[in-house]
């Protein structure tokens, strides 16, 4: 099994950044796909960013240019820099691992004020 453990969360004014973590323990294969989702009050979850083990990543279009994720395959880490936030980015991120299955982490709160 997988564990998936969140950090970096918080309120940040509009125009802020902030840093997700979300580090990654137990059963970790080598061939895998790591990312972001979020969920808004009244809102379906929606794919934020996602990184193969290789590097690919893919955005949604709505943060494209404003977040960017990166991993360290060596702390089984994966990262979402968060830049020029705006108040429509506030939601609880999850985090996620995909081999075979998809494992989620517990969510991490983001409000962003305006």
């Known amino acids: 099994q997988v564990q998936l453990v969140e950090s970096g969360g918080g309120l940040v004014q509009a125009g802020g950044s902030l840093r997700l973590s979300c580090a990654a323990s137990?059963?970790?294969?080598?061939?895998?796909?790591m990312g972001w989702y979020r969920q808004a009050p009244g809102k379906q979850r929606e794919l934020v960013a996602r990184i193969t083990n290789d590097g690919s990543t893919n955005y949604a279009d709505s943060v494209k240019g404003r977040f960017t994720t990166s991993r360290d395959n060596a702390k089984n880490t994966v990262y979402l820099q968060m830049n020029s936030l705006k108040p429509e980015d506030t939601a609880v991120y999850y985090c996620?691992?995909?081999?075979?299955?998809?494992?989620w982490g517990q969510g991490i709160q983001v409000t962003v004020s305006s």
């Open positions: 996620y691992f995909l081999h075979l299955r998809v494992t």
């Open positions: 137990g059963s970790i294969f080598s061939l895998n796909t």
